[in-house]
């Protein structure tokens, strides 16, 4: 997968793809992000379903690294290898 996609008037722009970003319990927005560029060695995985886990949940320990994109027990396809 190329990370710049094509316009109709041949300009390239970043790939975007839509997140949800926590804020805080009350507070998750989705938002438009650049396409991750992975290195040698790592994947690129479109998700398809993402998991909440307990400590997702647990406000006074995701609240210090907000805001972030939540998500870490996911499944998904390869869509690069680097
Ligand atoms: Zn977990």
Redesign the pocket.
Known sequence: MNSKLETRNSKPREASMRVAVYYNNRDVRLEETAVPRIGPGELLIRTRAS?I????LMEWYRIKKAPLVLG??ITGEVAEAG
């Not at 886990?53 to 997702?56: P, W």
């Open positions: 998991g886990c307990g400590s997702d870490h027990e």
